[in-house]
Structures are given as C-alpha cells and as structure tokens.
C-alpha cells in the first residue's frame, strides 16, 4: 500500500482527496503548509509528494527545491491550468510529472500509479543487464546510473528516459514512446514534459568536443543519445 503525502492549502479538497485515495488503496496524509510538506518529505515515511504550487508561505516550488536539495523521492505538482511557468519550473526542479488544477481525482490516481509503477522497488525483481551506451553506465535493478564513471544524480523521470534513449543509442526515439516509458502515459498535445525532462538531461551530460549535445533533437520525431 502506497503512502501519500498531500501538501494543499486548500483543506476542503486536500480532505476530499485524502478520502479518494483511501477509497482506491493508498494511505494518505494531509498537510497544508510547505514548511510542514518539506519536513515530512524528508523522514522517508512516504512514498510520493503531492504539491500544490500555490500555497502561503512557501510554495510548491520552494518546496520542491528543498526536497530535491536532500531526496529524490517522487514528486508530482499540481499547477494552475494553463500556467506554463510554474510547470516548466517544477520539472527543471525536478519534479517527476504534474497534473493541472482544476483536476479530477481519477487523473490524479492515474498519475500517481504511473509514477509508482515506475519507481517501485520489490525484492522480487530480477537483476538486469548493465546497459551500456558509450560513456554511459546504467544499472536498471538497482536505479543507478554512471556517466564517464561518475556517479549521475537523476529524478526517477530523468532515469526512465536515460535508460529508453540508452538502450536505442544511436537511434531515434519518439516522443511518443518516451513519455509512455518515461511518464508512464500517453503523450499530450502541447505537453513539453519531455522536453524540459530532457533539456536537465543535457545539461547532466554536458558536450561534446564539437559543443554539441550528447542527446540530439530530431524535429518533430522525438530525440537521439549520440553513439560514440
């Protein structure tokens, strides 16, 4: 069971939320504040944060920024619809996907099963192969990840799109395919997760001699990790 830290100022929806997501199997808590969000991130008692960007105080994404200073555990925002800002801010941070306010709870439950379907970690899985690509060492059983044998710091989103364009090095990926491996759902119309998930990537792996990107644009398929 899925444990659930939902940080809202909004006590009428945070306890309506709560209630949904006992409904559907997880445990969830309710705190309305960043100051109280951050510290219960830290205490490894939950599983997934979910932070409204705008609360007083501090915000979602001073709440992001403090979390992601000392974990990586996953986090999805929950932005105002349509502001693009805030969004693309909370994924540079390292958010690991976002949902807009208004929301269903229904799509919030899709979303958060998706990031936990990609961050789980049981005793039961089996040991993978090392995937190697050039400079690049990943080790998918265990979410680690070498570049030119120094150890990565990668959200959980970042590591599930390193690992697709990884194991197509040399070959075109399409956008399609990295946010239902990456995001774990379908690719949306005017959606730039992808984008600013990769955009961090590049920034981690540096360049080339020539200055050019390791993971290369291909325009209006998807995106390519260069093959040495």
Same mark, same amino acid.
């Given at each position: 069971?899925? &444990?659930?830290?939902?940080?809202? #100022?909004?006590?009428?929806?945070?306890?309506?939320? &709560? +209630?949904?997501?006992?409904?559907?199997?997880?445990?969830?808590?309710?705190?309305? #504040?960043?100051?109280?969000?951050?510290?219960?991130?830290?205490?490894?008692?939950?599983?997934?944060?979910?932070?409204?960007?705008?609360?007083?105080?501090?915000?979602?994404?001073?709440?992001?920024?403090?979390?992601?200073?000392?974990?990586?555990?996953?986090?999805?925002?929950?932005?105002?619809?349509?502001?693009?800002?805030?969004?693309?801010?909370?994924? +540079?941070?390292?958010?690991?996907?976002?949902?807009? &306010?208004?929301?269903?709870?229904? +799509?919030?439950?899709?979303?958060?099963?998706?990031?936990?379907?990609?961050?789980? =970690?049981?005793?039961?899985?089996?040991?993978?192969?090392?995937?190697?690509?050039?400079?690049?060492?990943?080790?998918?059983?265990?979410?680690?990840?070498?570049?030119?044998?120094?150890?990565?710091?990668?959200?959980?989103?970042?590591?599930?799109?390193? +690992?697709?364009?990884?194991? =197509?090095?040399?070959?075109?990926?399409? &956008?399609?395919?990295?946010?239902? =491996?990456?995001?774990?759902?379908?690719?949306?119309?005017?959606?730039?997760?992808?984008?600013?998930?990769?955009?961090?990537?590049?920034?981690?792996?540096?360049?080339?001699?020539?200055?050019?990107?390791?993971?290369?644009?291909?325009?209006?398929?998807?995106?390519?990790?260069?093959?040495?």
């Amino acid at each position: 069971m899925a &444990k659930v830290l939902l940080v809202d #100022d909004d006590a009428d929806l945070g306890a309506m939320l &709560k +209630e949904y997501l006992e409904h559907e199997g997880f445990e969830a808590d309710v705190v309305h #504040d960043g100051e109280s969000g951050v510290r219960l991130s830290l205490t490894d008692g939950y599983d997934i944060a979910v932070l409204d960007v705008m609360m007083p105080g501090i915000n979602g994404i001073e709440a992001l920024r403090r979390i992601r200073a000392r974990s990586r555990m996953p986090v999805l925002m929950l932005t105002a619809r349509g502001d693009d800002v805030d969004r693309v801010l909370g994924l +540079e941070l390292g958010a690991d996907d976002y949902v807009p &306010k208004p929301c269903t709870p229904r +799509e919030l439950v899709a979303r958060l099963r998706a990031i936990l379907r990609r961050t789980a =970690q049981t005793a039961s899985i089996v040991e993978q192969s090392t995937v190697l690509a050039g400079r690049l060492r990943l080790w998918p059983d265990k979410r680690q990840a070498e570049w030119d044998g120094r150890p990565m710091d990668l959200t959980s989103t970042e590591f599930n799109l390193l +690992e697709a364009l990884a194991r =197509q090095v040399g070959n075109v990926v399409s &956008k399609t395919m990295l946010s239902e =491996q990456g995001l774990g759902r379908p690719l949306s119309r005017y959606d730039r997760s992808i984008d600013v998930h990769v955009s961090n990537l590049r920034q981690k792996l540096g360049s080339l001699p020539d200055g050019r990107s390791w993971i290369q644009t291909v325009r209006g398929i998807g995106y390519q990790l260069i093959r040495e």
